[in-house]
């Protein structure tokens, strides 16, 4: 499986902070807020990912990334001319999914919880259809809502109603098979001139192939698209790492335990942060 980190857009909500600089680039705590949906995938076991931004960002993300191979990962990045949709993603990265299946994330998520990476590990495995998670929200109205039956079958999918028929919101992460270019190739533009995700999941709802799972009490899913949402994610990661003493979206300790790079690969990345986050790798390296 392939991985799509969705790091465009403007940003507009967070201005002034984001005038100048990519909203995904903004720390959350002490790493930037791209680590945490690469985590994701990382945990996932994904390891070619695709990141797509807008064009005068892709540079900084080059920077901070490369090719990925200090990671044991293979990164590709491709530009998003204007906004068109969370969908458009598919149809920028066809090239690069080519015939495998492929899980997108949304740059500006946060997942935590326990036992998440074995749900993530059965997603990365699909071979027909699609799985997306749900979470309950107090403010269903701003999220692709989702409607399940007494028997948690799913129901309807509704971007943002006004009148929300349930409570769970579609988080940003997703997971398709290779049909997904074929399905988004079939979406028209919404009201807003976007091609809705919720659209692509209606297309595989359609064909009985989609799969909802619910990430329950115990999970942690944020946004961080408002001042206010990257200031709680921020304490909420700083309250996690100093009461427990790992790090959240650690991405070199998971390339680490995932067994693609090595003991020594693990130091020398160290060696670059003179800082509490470099003692944390050696310490890691110690073990």
């Given at each position: 499986?392939?991985?799509?980190?969705l790091a465009g857009g403007s940003g507009t909500r967070l201005y002034p902070a984001t005038y100048s600089v990519s909203?995904?680039?903004?720390?959350?705590?002490?790493?930037?807020?791209?680590?945490?949906?690469?985590?994701?995938?990382?945990?996932?076991?994904?390891?070619?990912?695709?990141?797509?931004?807008?064009?005068?960002?892709?540079?900084?993300?080059?920077?901070?990334?490369?090719?990925?191979?200090?990671?044991?990962?293979?990164?590709?990045?491709?530009?998003?001319?204007?906004?068109?949709?969370?969908?458009?993603?598919?149809?920028?990265?066809?090239?690069?999914?080519?015939?495998?299946?492929?899980?997108?994330?949304?740059?500006?998520?946060?997942?935590?919880?326990?036992?998440?990476?074995?749900?993530?590990?059965?997603?990365?495995?699909?071979?027909?259809?699609?799985?997306?998670?749900?979470?309950?929200?107090?403010?269903?109205?701003?999220?692709g809502v989702v409607e399940f039956d007494s028997s948690l079958q799913v129901v309807s999918l509704e971007e943002k109603?006004?009148?929300?028929?349930?409570?769970?919101?579609?988080?940003?992460?997703?997971?398709?098979?290779?049909?997904?270019?074929?399905?988004?190739?079939?979406?028209?533009?919404?009201?807003?001139?976007?091609?809705?995700?919720?659209?692509?999941?209606?297309?595989?709802?359609?064909?009985?192939?989609?799969?909802?799972?619910?990430?329950?009490?115990?999970?942690?899913?944020?946004?961080?698209?408002?001042?206010?949402?990257?200031?709680?994610?921020?304490?909420?990661?700083?309250?996690?790492?100093?009461?427990?003493?790992?790090?959240?979206?650690?991405?070199?300790?998971?390339?680490?335990?995932?067994?693609?790079?090595?003991?020594?690969?693990?130091?020398?990345?160290?060696?670059?942060?003179?800082?509490?986050?470099?003692?944390?790798?050696?310490?890691?390296?110690?073990?």
């Amino acid at each position: 499986m392939k991985g799509i980190i969705l790091a465009g857009g403007s940003g507009t909500r967070l201005y002034p902070a984001t005038y100048s600089v990519s909203k995904q680039l903004l720390p959350i705590y002490d790493k930037p807020m791209i680590y945490y949906p690469l985590s994701t995938l990382m945990l996932a076991g994904i390891s070619e990912i695709l990141i797509i931004s807008n064009p005068e960002f892709l540079p900084f993300y080059k920077k901070l990334f490369g090719s990925g191979e200090q990671l044991g990962l293979s990164l590709k990045y491709v530009a998003q001319e204007e906004p068109k949709g969370i969908a458009d993603a598919f149809l920028l990265g066809e090239p690069f999914i080519g015939d495998s299946p492929v899980c997108l994330i949304l740059g500006d998520n946060l997942f935590y919880g326990s036992q998440f990476t074995p749900k993530l590990r059965r997603a990365s495995n699909i071979d027909s259809g699609a799985i997306i998670f749900a979470y309950q929200v107090n403010d269903p109205q701003n999220y692709g809502v989702v409607e399940f039956d007494s028997s948690l079958q799913v129901v309807s999918l509704e971007e943002k109603p006004q009148k929300p028929k349930s409570k769970f919101a579609a988080t940003g992460l997703y997971f398709y098979d290779n049909h997904v270019i074929e399905y988004a190739k079939l979406l028209c533009p919404s009201a807003r001139g976007e091609l809705e995700i919720t659209d692509l999941n209606k297309e595989y709802l359609k064909r009985k192939k989609l799969e909802v799972q619910l990430l329950q009490r115990g999970f942690a899913w944020l946004d961080t698209g408002s001042h206010e949402n990257l200031l709680e994610s921020s304490q909420f990661v700083k309250t996690i790492e100093h009461r427990q003493g790992f790090k959240i979206a650690c991405i070199e300790e998971i390339a680490y335990r995932n067994g693609w790079i090595s003991n020594s690969d693990l130091r020398l990345i160290a060696a670059k942060y003179p800082n509490q986050y470099g003692k944390y790798l050696n310490d890691i390296s110690s073990e």
